[in-house]
């Protein structure tokens, strides 16, 4: 049985007040024992605060993303060390906003899932196609040249102690979003390549759906065989948006 996890991506969104706000809104309303995983991934500056905020909660804190490089004279870039040495447990790699907007690879990627691994680190890796390669029947191809690079970087062993997120790019803050029957045709081609070189490894690895997931929408995405929870992005800004996805999460 996979445990559901739902991430609440932040992206660059939030300030000290509005972000002690909203966790005090999710810590007074989630439970202790929750049947779903929570994790929030605000933005790096605030990582610190929110580590604090959370501190003897259930709700697991995350980041947004994490240089490949150890450590170094990489001027504003921070590493997985320091990522797990504030409070993070999980990290987002390959978010489409990263791969579109600052040009990073499918190499780049594995080479950020790799880094977070070594430092104790859950990465939780994104992949997704644009539109115009889905109305080109392309989504499967795309979706396996993304996880191929990670494979072959890291080995099949690895998804074990990772997430995987499947974000159609063309429902990523545009109010469109996957049905659940296009959302779970992806997340079993995951599986079902991650099936071909490991069995066991393939039941237990969780594929999360993201792209424009409500409150409206998160029970029928959910209830899909092979969706495991959600990677959530404005919604998540809003508590009782999030903790009403959650309790979706929670009743699968």
């Given at each position: 049985?996979?445990?559901?996890?739902?991430?609440?991506?932040?992206?660059?969104?939030?300030?000290?007040?509005?972000?002690?706000?909203?966790?005090?809104?999710?810590?007074?309303?989630?439970?202790?024992?929750?049947?779903?995983?929570?994790?929030?991934?605000?933005?790096?500056?605030?990582?610190?605060?929110?580590?604090?905020?959370?501190?003897?909660?259930?709700?697991?804190?995350?980041?947004?993303?994490?240089?490949?490089?150890?450590?170094?004279?990489?001027?504003?870039?921070?590493?997985?060390?320091?990522?797990?040495d504030v409070g993070c447990s999980y990290v987002i790699v390959g978010h489409s906003e990263r791969r579109l907007l600052f040009r990073?690879?499918?190499?780049?990627?594995?080479?950020?899932?790799?880094?977070?691994?070594?430092?104790?680190?859950?990465?939780?890796l994104c992949m997704g196609e644009q539109l115009a390669e889905r109305e080109a029947e392309r989504t499967h191809e795309v979706i396996?040249?993304?996880?191929?690079?990670?494979?072959?970087?890291?080995?099949?062993?690895?998804?074990?102690?990772?997430?995987?997120?499947?974000?159609?790019?063309?429902?990523?803050?545009?109010?469109?979003?996957?049905?659940?029957?296009?959302?779970?045709?992806?997340?079993?081609?995951?599986?079902?390549?991650?099936?071909?070189?490991?069995?066991?490894?393939?039941?237990?690895?969780?594929?999360?759906?993201?792209?424009?997931?409500?409150?409206?929408?998160?029970?029928?995405?959910?209830?899909?065989?092979?969706?495991?929870?959600?990677?959530i992005g404005g919604a998540s800004l809003k508590a009782d948006e999030f903790l009403a996805i959650l309790s979706a999460a929670r009743?699968?």
């Open positions: 049985m996979r445990r559901p996890i739902v991430v609440g991506n932040w992206k660059m969104h939030g300030s000290r007040a509005e972000n002690a706000r909203l966790i005090e809104e999710l810590t007074a309303k989630f439970p202790a024992d929750p049947q779903a995983l929570c994790v929030v991934c605000p933005p790096l500056v605030y990582l610190q605060d929110i580590a604090r905020l959370l501190r003897g909660t259930a709700i697991l804190l995350g980041a947004q993303d994490v240089c490949a490089e150890p450590q170094g004279a990489f001027t504003g870039e921070i590493s997985a060390a320091m990522l797990k990073e690879s499918d190499q780049a990627v594995a080479r950020k899932f790799v880094a977070a691994q070594a430092k104790g680190l859950v990465p939780i396996a040249r993304q996880l191929e690079a990670v494979l072959k970087l890291a080995g099949v062993e690895s998804l074990g102690t990772a997430v995987l997120a499947y974000e159609p790019v063309w429902a990523i803050g545009t109010g469109r979003n996957a049905t659940p029957e296009q959302a779970q045709d992806v997340h079993a081609f995951i599986r079902a390549q991650i099936y071909a070189r490991d069995a066991k490894i393939a039941a237990l690895t969780r594929v999360l759906y993201g792209g424009s997931v409500k409150a409206v929408n998160a029970a029928e995405l959910f209830a899909m065989p092979d969706v495991d929870g959600g990677l009743a699968h």
